[in-house]
């Protein structure tokens, strides 16, 4: 199994989930995780919203914080947007770009992730640049074709293993409790691998975490986990409750 250069990714995404009560949740998880040492990075990446409050809550803790998307620009004329430098400044280190969810409800194409790939890049944070094939493209036999077209479009010139984490996340696995086969999941990260190698050349892809995400749960997590060229999980719905988002880390990384 190629060894990547850092230490594997839990990650939860929160999407447009939690107020200010829900910093219950990271100071019970900092509590759970206090005095352990996880075989793995923690991070939080929360709505806009929180990002401030949980900066000062996290501290100097194990767990790093992310921002769920941004905008390419740095700054400007574009009402409700966000810049990646923004959330730089709020103690994120991170930043989750061209999730699915954003490339539907949004419309953003690979053209788009890229740019706000590199803008993340730009502003220092880690781009979590997602990739992944819906239900009728898997059945259509193109996952792997899809897979490599997200991939050469969504990764911008200057992504390396210490900018860059992919995460793949079949559209429809996520929050419907249907995850891929292992074998499935070694087929795709597999590809990923090798595709990034003609991306940020063979050391780099070597380097770089893939990160699986669709329905994790502390029952498959260490399986999915365990899984050769998965370096990680983005984790959706269980990462919204400490106990379930520590029951994942608990399974596959301590
Ligand atoms: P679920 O874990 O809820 O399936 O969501 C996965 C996801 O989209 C993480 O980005």
Same mark, same amino acid.
């Given at each position: 199994?190629?060894? *990547?250069?850092?230490?594997?990714?839990? @990650?939860?995404?929160?999407?447009?989930?939690? *107020?200010?009560?829900?910093?219950?949740?990271?100071?019970?998880?900092?509590?759970?995780?206090?005095?352990?040492?996880?075989?793995?990075?923690?991070?939080?990446?929360?709505?806009?919203?929180?990002?401030?409050?949980?900066?000062?809550?996290?501290?100097?803790?194990?767990?790093?914080?992310?921002?769920?998307?941004?905008?390419?620009?740095?700054?400007?004329?574009?009402?409700?947007?966000? @810049?990646?430098?923004?959330?730089?400044?709020?103690? $994120?280190?991170?930043?989750?770009?061209?999730?699915?969810?954003?490339?539907?409800?949004?419309?953003? =194409?690979?053209?788009?992730?890229?740019?706000?790939?590199? @803008?993340?890049?730009? $502003?220092?944070?880690?781009?979590?640049?997602?990739?992944?094939?819906?239900?009728?493209?898997?059945?259509?036999?193109?996952?792997?074709?899809?897979? &490599? =077209?997200?991939?050469?479009? &969504?990764?911008?010139?200057?992504?390396?293993?210490?900018?860059?984490?992919?995460?793949?996340?079949?559209?429809? $696995? #996520?929050? *419907?409790?249907?995850?891929?086969? *292992?074998?499935?999941?070694?087929?795709?990260?597999?590809?990923?691998?090798?595709?990034?190698?003609? #991306?940020?050349?063979?050391?780099?892809?070597?380097?770089?975490?893939?990160?699986?995400?669709? &329905?994790?749960?502390?029952?498959?997590?260490?399986?999915?986990?365990?899984?050769?060229?998965?370096?990680? $999980?983005?984790?959706?719905?269980?990462?919204?409750?400490?106990?379930?988002?520590?029951?994942?880390?608990?399974? @596959?990384?301590?």
């Amino acid at each position: 199994m190629p060894k *990547t250069k850092f230490p594997p990714l839990a @990650a939860g995404n929160w999407k447009m989930n939690g *107020t200010l009560a829900s910093l219950k949740e990271t100071e019970k998880l900092m509590r759970m995780l206090d005095g352990k040492s996880p075989a793995c990075d923690v991070m939080i990446c929360p709505p806009f919203t929180l990002l401030f409050p949980m900066g000062e809550q996290l501290g100097d803790s194990i767990i790093a914080m992310g921002g769920e998307d941004c905008h390419w620009e740095p700054c400007g004329a574009h009402t409700g947007d966000i @810049a990646a430098e923004m959330i730089a400044e709020t103690g $994120a280190s991170a930043c989750i770009v061209g999730h699915s969810e954003r490339r539907a409800d949004h419309g953003e =194409t690979d053209e788009i992730v890229s740019k706000k790939a590199a @803008a993340a890049h730009r $502003a220092g944070l880690t781009a979590i640049v997602c990739i992944g094939e819906t239900i009728e493209e898997r059945e259509a036999g193109r996952t792997l074709d899809v897979i &490599s =077209t997200q991939l050469k479009g &969504s990764v911008p010139d200057g992504s390396n293993a210490a900018n860059t984490i992919i995460a793949y996340e079949p559209v429809w $696995a #996520i929050g *419907t409790g249907h995850t891929p086969t *292992t074998e499935q999941v070694a087929e795709v990260h597999a590809h990923i691998r090798k595709e990034l190698a003609g #991306i940020v050349g063979e050391e780099e892809a070597q380097g770089m975490r893939i990160l699986y995400g669709g &329905s994790v749960k502390p029952g498959n997590a260490a399986q999915l986990m365990a899984v050769e060229n998965v370096n990680g $999980a983005l984790v959706g719905g269980a990462s919204l409750k400490a106990e379930d988002f520590f029951g994942i880390i608990e399974a @596959a990384y301590l």
